[in-house]
């Protein structure tokens, strides 16, 4: 699980620590623009990493550094098959090439080096007795690249703990019913999502149950969905309703933008219960959802990544706060555009301080928090 992530240069996100609890879901609460959205982005860029993606140019698409005269880092700290993992990627502005590349770039287990890197000069420690050298392109990440000995050593559980890093921000009106092929990885506003529910469902079709579960316990006249060929490579995904009377069929594009979202945390809870351990960032889950349905939603959410997995969303929700800890409640604030994000505190180091003193109700109305 991911124990501390570390950002400079990136938005508003300025020598930016961030310690988690290993083992416990966490909420992010800030005003807009406080850098929320930014901690998410810098997770789908590692999960990017870890999936294969090489290309700096690639992984900065959208998320350029905030100022080309200082280097961009990154790090992450991870607790993953019982072993502590650091990640660190540097990367610097090359006038001449207007691109960044790969200053540094190193992998410790246990705090023992996997490999290290200067800019284009890898060294792989294989053992005590034995280290690889070979050259890196400028422009391309390492750690994709490198052969790992075997499926238990340092790398290749590095590229599995960041490939099983979940982003979401969803934009249901982006959700459609038809599915081209199935797809094997979500998009973080999950506009493939029947795609993907497709390739998920086709891997590991016991998390059927599960998914259908949950959905019933939000909708109890749901009966049951269904693909529909319509073509020789394309399909729709359908969703039947029942009742004693009657029965109701239609495809998922027809969706209210909340039930969309309940479908797709239902496909992320039945994952946690397939594949160990997931870790997943969703940013607002409790957008398009009523008030009734949240408080349902994030204790199913929470419990589903209590034994395998790791939870933590960025919320302005009352209701989504309350399902947390105080210990659990990370706040971020910034004192004004031009400044950057100020450390993250937890509600109750806030409340240790003095700075926070009042209900969590009232200090969310008086934006204090």
């Known amino acids: 699980m991911i124990t501390r992530l570390f950002v400079n240069n990136f938005r508003c996100l300025d020598n930016f620590e961030l310690r988690l609890p290993p083992h416990s879901p966490a909420v992010i609460l800030g005003k807009n623009g406080v850098g929320k959205s930014s901690i998410g982005d810098l997770l789908k860029m590692l999960h990017s990493i870890g999936a294969g993606e090489t290309n700096v140019g690639n992984l900065l698409e959208g998320n350029e550094p905030a100022k080309k005269d200082k280097p961009f880092s990154l790090e992450i700290d991870m607790d993953f098959s019982e ?19 790969v ?9 023992v080096t996997a490999y290290s890197r200067d800019v284009k000069a890898v060294n792989v420690f294989r053992n005590q007795d034995y280290t690889s050298e070979f050259s890196m392109n400028w422009f391309s990440v390492a750690l994709p690249i490198i052969q790992e000995n075997d499926a238990a050593d340092a790398i290749a559980t590095m590229k599995n703990a960041l490939s ?15 599915s081209p092929k199935p797809e094997y990885h979500l998009n973080a506003d999950a506009s493939n999502y029947s795609s993907w529910l497709a390739g998920f469902m086709a891997e590991s079709p016991y998390a059927y149950m599960d998914l259908v579960a949950y959905i019933k316990q939000v909708f109890p006249d749901f009966d049951h969905f269904a693909y529909e060929r319509i073509g020789p490579t394309s399909q729709r995904l359908w969703v039947t309703f029942q009742s004693e009377s009657q029965t109701s069929s239609l495809p998922f594009s027809c969706l209210s933008d909340g039930e969309k979202c309940q479908f797709l945390a239902a496909a992320i809870i039945a994952k946690t219960e397939v594949e160990c351990p997931v870790i997943c960032f969703w940013d607002e889950p409790d957008n398009y959802i009523t008030t009734s349905e949240i408080a349902y939603l994030l204790p199913a959410l929470c419990h589903a990544f209590s034994s395998c997995g790791q939870l933590l969303i960025a919320s302005h929700s009352r209701e989504a706060i309350l399902c947390f800890g105080e210990s659990e409640t990370y706040v971020l604030s910034r004192k004004s555009h031009l400044e950057a994000t100020m450390p993250p505190q937890t509600l109750d180091e806030l409340r240790k301080s003095g700075k926070l003193t009042g209900s969590l109700d009232q200090a969310l109305l008086d934006g204090e928090v």
Do not use: F, H, N
Not at 83 to 101: F, P, Q, T, V
Not at 104 to 110: G, H, N, P, Q, R
Not at 164 to 178: D, F, H, N
């Open 83 to 101: 072993e502590k993992l650091s990640y660190r990627l540097s990367l610097e502005y090359l006038e001449r090439a207007d691109a960044w590349r």
């Open 103 to 111: 200053r540094e770039e190193s992998l410790t287990c246990d705090g």
């Open 164 to 178: 099983s890093i979940v982003v979401l921000k969803p934009s249901p009106s982006l959700m459609v019913a038809e």
